[in-house]
């Protein structure tokens, strides 16, 4: 394939991921109807905290969802594809795996399940934290905000698996013979709290360097002229 025509196909390649995050949010609100059997016989019960949690879950981890897509818009128009498939495939695999999030993100109220939401994250972000640390290691360059965002997804990573750890071995595990429902509920609103908190910390941040980008560009239009 010569450049040229290489070059054409990878502008081309952002819509393909466009239409994985689309499948993602068409197939969660599916999930989420037929959990509530919304558009037949409704069972959500906002005096339920079980189904108000799930409710919550979905919600929070769309926002998440949302996030994760608006990070990757803002990349592909800062820097496009180039030269070769590898950052499509990236980024193919980051995105459709946010479809297994949004689908565990309905056993929040399931006191055996919730452990497999958290360790999603934590694997969704170890793979992120890995694609920053890609060309650290092998000298391949290096990417805008490079080591604010691995450390940022490092951190939130292990977080995630110290959450789901805490929820099999002290919920989990022995919810057959020691239930206890109070502090299932404190660790699934906690794990949301972060998960909400860290979405919008992200959005904040991404907005920040638009700006910061808008406010230069003038600038920089500037001196060149001269």
């Known amino acids: 394939m010569d450049t040229p025509t290489l070059q054409k196909v990878l502008t081309r390649l952002p819509n393909l991921i466009t239409l994985?995050?689309?499948?993602?949010?068409?197939?969660?609100?599916?999930?989420?109807?037929?959990?509530?059997?919304?558009?037949?016989?409704?069972?959500?019960?906002?005096?339920?905290?079980?189904?108000?949690?799930?409710?919550?879950?979905?919600?929070?981890?769309?926002?998440?969802?949302?996030?994760?897509?608006?990070?990757?818009?803002?990349?592909i128009e800062r820097v496009p594809y180039e030269h070769t498939f590898n950052r499509f495939l990236f980024d193919t695999a980051r995105i459709a795996a946010l479809f297994p999030i949004l689908m565990w993100s309905l056993v929040a109220s399931n006191p055996t399940k919730f452990q497999v939401y958290a360790f999603g994250l934590s694997g969704w972000h170890l793979l992120m934290a890995s694609w920053y640390i890609w060309p650290m290691l092998f000298g391949n360059g290096s990417r805008t905000g490079q080591r604010s965002d691995l450390s940022s997804h490092a951190i939130i990573s292990a977080i995630y698996l110290a959450l789901g750890l805490a929820f099999y071995f002290m919920v989990a595990k022995n919810w057959a013979t020691n239930p206890q429902p109070g502090l299932q509920f404190g660790l699934v609103l906690l794990t949301l709290a972060v998960v909400a908190t860290w979405s919008i910390t992200r959005l904040l941040n991404l907005q920040r360097r638009l700006q910061s980008d808008f406010a230069s560009a003038p600038v920089a239009a500037a001196a060149a002229a001269r």
Do not use: E
């Not at 068409?26 to 079980?50: A, E, K």
């Not at 799930?54 to 818009?73: D, E, K, M, Q, R």
């Open 20 to 75: 994985f995050f689309s499948l993602t949010l068409v197939t969660g609100f599916r999930l989420l109807n037929d959990h509530f059997h919304w558009n037949t016989d409704p069972t959500f019960d906002t005096s339920n905290w079980h189904d108000a949690v799930v409710l919550a879950s979905f919600l929070v981890t769309l926002t998440f969802i949302i996030t994760a897509w608006l990070g990757f818009s803002v990349l």
